[in-house]
């Protein structure tokens, strides 16, 4: 933790990297956290006390009472959802209104933004990206337009902006021939939604960030979703409609590059994306269902299947890269306990043509392996370092060697309590 400072803890490569279990174990060290981009899209679940919670748009600093949390003004906010999620949590006892500070500047995702990402998602054919239908690509497009709400607008004459923007998504829906849709329930609850959100702190959050440090606060910026998604640096045009990257801390949150401290890199001992897009260690074999299934790699928004294969090297050396990682926190350790031999992906190659750089088409490459031997000990009841077995030692030595980067936690199991700082 740096005093003074954002650190910014970001999934390094396809998301679901398990970033809800480590920001919950970091946020007693911080005074405030903060979403800088994306929206529903997400869903960090986190597991404590025998209770499990699903996030989607509120920070998962939100269990500790003494902090700020904040979402940011990169991020994209579905009222509705936004109030069926915190009520939630307010039900379970967590006040939420005197510790949520929500941008005025965050943009809003309306009923229509969903019906649109449904109507060009069936409009893609066969390239349909496989989003989540929460709205976030013409939630962004529109942002990139200038035309969209924020949600300071919801403070003003709100009614006419919205039903504004409503008619004209309307007319979009009709010249791509998509009509056989009924939002008058999603409105209802929309609509609802707002009001409800009237009642939270809605402030520039920039300036209350900025205050904050420059009194020596310590923010930590939560990442969702993963580079490899990320609009500009991800499998384009896979991917999701923010920058996922550390620069999209500055952007998504209004603050200077040179406050950025730790950039803590995170993800799985494996790999699993969700959605379609390329994906070169994709295992299609009963390798990649034993890890979906040990591992439990179903979307937390959609329930989908997620794909699974072994660690990518390659993707993980570029997403050190563009974000500037110090710190590399590996996730889901134990979900390998069972394996005789692990795989890691160092290279890829097409056409006789082999890379370690992440090329501009990730299309079509075919993963080269290292393998390595597996540890086969549970290491699931693990509390220290020098517990592991020799071969998991080996295969952390390994990575931290191919990634020239430290891997100073390891995560054994879904509990807080299963997570080792090295
Ligand atoms: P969108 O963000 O809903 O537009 O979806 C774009 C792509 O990003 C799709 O492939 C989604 O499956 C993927 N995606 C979006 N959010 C997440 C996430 O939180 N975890 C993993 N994949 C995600």
């Excluded at 998301?15 to 405030?32: A, L």
């Excluded at 923010?219 to 991917?239: K, S």
């Excluded at 890890?291 to 294969?309: K, L, P």
């Excluded at 992906?345 to 990730?362: L, N, S």
């Amino acid at each position: 933790m740096s005093k003074g400072k954002v650190d910014a803890l970001l999934g390094i490569v396809f998301g679901d990297e398990g970033k809800g279990k480590v920001v919950d174990v970091f946020t007693p060290k911080y005074d405030i956290v903060a979403r800088f981009a994306g929206g529903p899209n997400a869903g960090h679940t986190i597991i404590f006390d025998g209770k499990k919670f699903v996030l989607r748009s509120i920070p998962s600093g939100i269990f500790a009472e003494d902090k700020i949390n904040i979402i940011g003004n990169g991020c994209v906010i579905a009222p509705d959802l936004f109030m069926a999620e915190a009520r939630e949590l307010e039900d379970a006892g967590y006040d939420l209104r005197s510790r949520l500070h929500i941008s005025k500047r965050a943009h809003l995702i309306l009923p229509t933004h969903r019906v649109l990402d449904r109507a060009y998602e069936a409009a893609k054919g066969k390239n349909k990206v496989g989003t989540t239908g929460k709205g976030i690509g013409p939630t962004y497009s529109e942002k990139a337009s200038r035309t969209g709400l924020r949600v300071g607008d919801i403070l003003d004459n709100f009614e006419a902006k919205y039903k504004a923007l409503k008619a004209r998504h309307e007319e979009i829906l009709r010249n791509l021939n998509y009509t056989d849709y009924d939002i008058t329930e999603e409105e209802r609850l929309w609509m609802e939604g707002v009001e409800y959100m009237r009642s939270f702190p809605l402030t520039d959050t920039e300036i209350e960030i900025n205050k904050a440090l420059r009194e020596g606060k310590s923010v930590l910026a939560e990442g969702a979703q993963g580079t490899m998604l990320d609009i500009d640096h991800g499998t384009y045009p896979f991917v999701s409609s923010s920058n996922t990257v550390c620069g999209g801390v500055c952007t998504g949150l209004g603050v200077a590059p040179n406050s950025i401290g730790e950039v803590f890199g995170i993800f799985k001992a494996y790999s699993t994306r969700v959605g379609a897009g390329p994906f070169p260690v994709e295992l299609f074999d009963e390798t990649g269902d034993r890890i979906r299934e040990i591992g439990h790699e179903y979307g937390a928004v959609t329930g989908r299947n997620r794909r699974c294969g072994w660690v990518d090297l390659v993707a993980l050396r570029y997403a050190i890269m563009v974000n500037g990682v110090t710190q590399l926190i590996m996730m889901k350790s134990d979900v390998l306990d069972t394996f005789s031999s692990i795989k890691a992906c160092v290279a890829y190659e097409k056409d006789g043509v082999r890379t370690t750089d992440m090329p501009f088409d990730t299309e079509g490459w075919q993963a080269v392996y290292d393998e390595l031997p597996g540890w086969q000990t549970d290491l699931t009841q693990m509390t220290s370092e020098d517990q592991f077995p020799q071969a998991f030692k080996d295969y952390v030595a390994y990575l931290e060697r191919q990634l020239e980067t430290p891997i100073t936690i390891l995560s054994v199991g879904p509990d807080r309590a299963q997570t080792i700082v090295r």
